[in-house]
């Protein structure tokens, strides 16, 4: 799409459309361009009459339609309007046709009844009907949009077309040119898919009819001549075939073949399943089990021996355990059968780059998310887009686009210093095949850059690269801190246009494509990948539905312009660390075996910045390297949000290609009689799949009505087929929005935009589907698209997907294929983990819960488990928080939650600390995670849930139930200075109090525990060893929050240790006063021990 470096605004609703940013000449051109009508059939401009007025094909409606086309209709279709249905009445210059009444108005003799003129042009109607057809077949259609006139080199086009007779002359009386073609010819010129004069330069080889007088074999087909050439043909292709069976491991010369990676795809496999090995996975599964039994005595135990004298304590604790056993079952089954993958990228790329070929590698588009530039900095923005532009893919494969949903005039001048920025970046990175390529984190590597790349030119190029980059991010912090100041009057541009998003919540959409266009090219004299900024419109009163909403509209106006056939999406702070990252998920995509099932490819989140500890376990390790390697070999791992690269179509919504199962076979031999309790059902079964067969081949018409953009609103003969070729098209309406080119890209499954498009058409387009009015009374947010109704947006999109029946796959590259930055400061890291709960609390008490939603799906068993584990997990909080409390109630009364311990009950619970360390030895032992990750990653379960969790859970409520929401804010104190300071920095955060609490609670449990002891002899000491287990159980999961405080005192807050130590008091003082598991049965005498005698 070419805007000639314009920033294009508008909104569809408001009938605005403006370019910004352009010199007078430009300006008037440009609106001069875009005001023309277009036709709503082929995208080609209204062409003005002789009079100089628009030509206008219906006098009821007015509906644009060139005059091409309307005479197409008059000649070859129902003679009618598509949008009124009014039968079209003859124009002066158009030739009469059946069913035209007569005309008193002009006297147009010369072209009224112009047969033989018109059949003469037989030529020029097949050339339409070509360009037609090539419309509707993707003939022509590239991923990066319209194809002009000048991209198209006729002699190679004609070249392309295949003859009949395969090149070789069977009838010396026809020569090379009159052979008839396979296929309708093709159009060179892009903007123009109406008829044309012969004479064009473009069409050199002339079609011809086959002569139905002469005999086939004239043509090639059916003589013996033919038939030995695909015998000859055949035997080449086994002795290929031979070559690869047995020759295959030599590594020889006869193997460079360039046939034979597409003649062998069907044997070889892209990528392959990797099975946890049997000595690994086995003696876990038999500790799972083990586990379960144990479990089964434990209860069994605990709940026939109730303490007596503290039945409250026991009744609370007996509760809390069996909740901690189903959401371990929950947790653990789903981790039955992990398994690993291993691509081959060699492979991918014998098949699809050929030598001296195009690539034949689908396109992508990238999505680059972000809202606020001052709390998420422009130049790690800049680094992530930098890193994808130089992704090791091809370039005419890559568009990026970058969703600014805050409209920030910062972000989008950062934008035009990165696209200049990466005029040199980019062939910098390919030339010397760098990793990273976000400059940032491979400028700041502590390497020896000189190791294997001992080229002067290298150190040379690298020094000059290492002082660009260092200017490029002085002049974006030049513009950060710029933008510390809003003028009053708002921000203006360079052209003195005021900024169409100074208002963030009411301003147009806003698109610009910085590169990819005609002309911009690196230093190098080389194309660079597409760099497009976005900003939806938005208005008061319409509910935007952040990131999702922002997502959505990147895959419509991504549809409009690119359409490529597979997504990725990363935030802004996640850069491209391993270049081959796109390669790694086409392996799985676009495997002509086992690809066409998958509906994303998820890689793992790994981080810079972390402390060597990873005190709050930001890293995550143990659900990445454990949980997802488990669902993996189910049904897919979940979305995570980030460094997923999605099939367009299964964001669309519509369900999983199904495999075809062959027909049973059946046996004939016995009587009609005896198989009469079998025969109904068969005979229903095959009544519905009648039915069915049916269905979808109506559905499947509906589509081709559908695909031609010509037939969308056109209708076919009769009357009464009228309102059912329409009714497709109200159906698509209402699941995708009142957008004819987007309807028709959401059929295409090899994506691409058709190539007689215009700029204008497209751009108008494209500011149609980012406005904010789009999707209402649609499905988007509901079944298309992410998906709406909760902040977590990234679960419930990848739930839907694998309830159409999709699967997904979990990449883990040797080198992480993406890296990100995560708040390592306790405040943040508990910010976060309450926007997750939250979104978690959301699901549930939704619809979409997965509790209750997707059955009789394509949903598996065990996947339906993990889902529901991930939206009941705030649950949790409640149990864990009473859990945590037991321990000081118990040292403070001398109470505990279990009766005296027999030798049975100290072998069962001996039994079940084994089986959980046992269980835990062999997740890392097949999951390859060190034991600091583990005992980490359970230390911030017990954090996390007795504080964002809890939080979690009753914002959750109010919003759901009471639609009050409440926001838990983070407030920044004063940072330190250092590689981690960032670590030792407090904000003030409500969630702080629970943890601090119950960490002060039971510290004084155990201080008043022990002193007890220490009153009342030896003999207290034997029951006090239990209860001091369990609070130091606690103290000890607490302790990287206690280390978080204690690490710098100096910035510690007042108000938290106040309020603990507050509540904690009170609490104590009413335990003491109330005391309520000691009897009410009077004063208890008790013998005097003194003799007074």
Known sequence: MDTNGRLVAGSHNRNEFVLINADEIGRVTSVKELSGQICQICGDEVEFTVDGEPFVACNECAFPICRPCYEYERREGNQSCPQCKTRFKRIKGSPRVDGDEDEEEFDDLDNEFDYDNNNSKGHTRQISEGAYYSRHNNIGRTSSGITNSSDVDPAAVNSEIPLLTYGQEEDDAISADKHALIVPPFNGRGKRVHPMPFTDSSMTLPPRPMDPKKDLAVYGYGTVAWKERMEEWKRKQNEKLQVVRHQGDKGGDELDDPDLPKMDEGRQPLSRKLPIPSSKINPYRMVILLRMAILGLFFHYRILHPVKDAYGLWLTSIICEIWFAASW????????????????????????????????????????????????????????????????????????????????????????????????????????????????????????????????????????????????????????????????????????????????????????????????????????????????????????????????????????????????????????????????????????????????????????????????????????????????????????????????????????????????????????????????????????????????????????QIHALENIEEGVEGIDNEKSSLMPQVEFEKKFGQSPVFIASTLLEQGGVPPGATSASLLKEAIHVISCGYEDKTEWGKEVGWIYGSVTEDILTGFKMHCHGWRSVYCIPKRPAFKGSAPINLSDRLHQVLRWALGSVEILLSRHCPIWYGYGCGLKPLERFSYINSVVYPLTSLPLITYCTLPAVCLLTGKFIVPEISNYASIVFMGMFISIAATSILEMQWGGVAIDDLWRNEQFWVIGGVSSHFFALLQGLLKVLAGVNTNFTVTSKAADDGAFSELYLFKWTSLLIPPMTLLVMNVIGVVVGISDAINNGYESWGPLFGRLFFALWVIVHLYPFLKGFMGKQSGLPTIIIVWSILLASIFSLLWVRINPFVSRGGVVLEVCGLDCN
């Not at 980019?426 to 700041?444: G, N, Q």
């Not at 079964?685 to 009648?690: E, H, I, L, Y």
Request: glycine share 6%.
């Open 329 to 704: 079952i929950l947790d653990q089954f789903p981790k039955w059968s992990p398994i690993e993958r291993e691509t081959y990228l060699d492979r991918l790329s014998l098949r699809y780059e050929k030598e001296g070929k195009p690539s034949e590698l689908a396109p992508v588009d990238v999505y680059v998310s972000t809202v606020d530039p001052l709390k998420e900095p422009p130049l790690i923005t800049a680094n992530t887009v930098l890193s994808i532009l130089a992704v090791d893919y091809p370039i005419d494969k890559v568009n990026c686009y970058v969703s600014d949903d805050g409209a920030a005039m910062l972000t989008f001048e950062a934008m035009s210093e990165t696209s200049e920025f990466a005029r040199k970046w980019v062939p910098f990175c390919k030339k010397f095949a760098i990793e990273p390529r976000a400059p940032e984190w491979y400028f700041a590597q502590n390497v020896d850059y000189l190791k294997d790349k001992v080229e002067p030119t290298f150190v040379r190029e690298r020094r000059a690269m290492k002082r660009e980059y260092e200017e490029f991010k002085v002049r974006i912090n030049a513009l950060v801190a710029m933008a510390q100041k809003v003028p009053e009057d708002g921000w203006t541009m360079q052209d003195g246009t005021l900024w169409p998003g100074n208002n963030v919540r009411d301003h147009p959409g806003m698109i610009q494509v910085f590169l990819g266009q005609n002309g911009v090219r690196d230093i190098e004299g080389n194309e660079l990948p597409r760099l497009i900024y976005v900003s939806r419109e938005k208005r008061p009163g319409f509910d935007h539905h952040k990131k999702a909403g922002a997502m959505n509209s990147l895959i419509r106006v991504s549809a409009v312009i690119s359409n490529a056939p597979y997504l990725l999406n990363v935030d802004c702070d996640h850069y491209i660390n391993n270049s081959k990252a796109l390669r790694e998920a086409m392996c799985f995509m676009m495997d002509p075996q086992a690809g066409k099932k998958i509906c994303y490819v998820q890689f793992p989140q790994r981080f810079d910045g972390i402390d060597r500890h990873d005190r709050y376990s930001n890293r995550n390790v143990v659900f990445f390297d454990i949980n997802m390697k488990g669902l993996d070999g189910i049904q897919g791992p979940i979305y995570v949000g980030t460094g997923c690269v999605f099939r367009r179509q299964a964001l669309y919504g519509f369900d999983a290609p199904k495999k075809v199962k062959p027909p049973g076979k059946t046996c004939n031999c016995l009587p009609k009689w005896c198989c009469c309790c079998f025969g109904s059902k068969r005979k229903g079964k095959k009544g519905k799949s009648k039915k069915e067969d049916k269905k979808t081949t109506k559905v499947k018409e509906a589509s081709t």
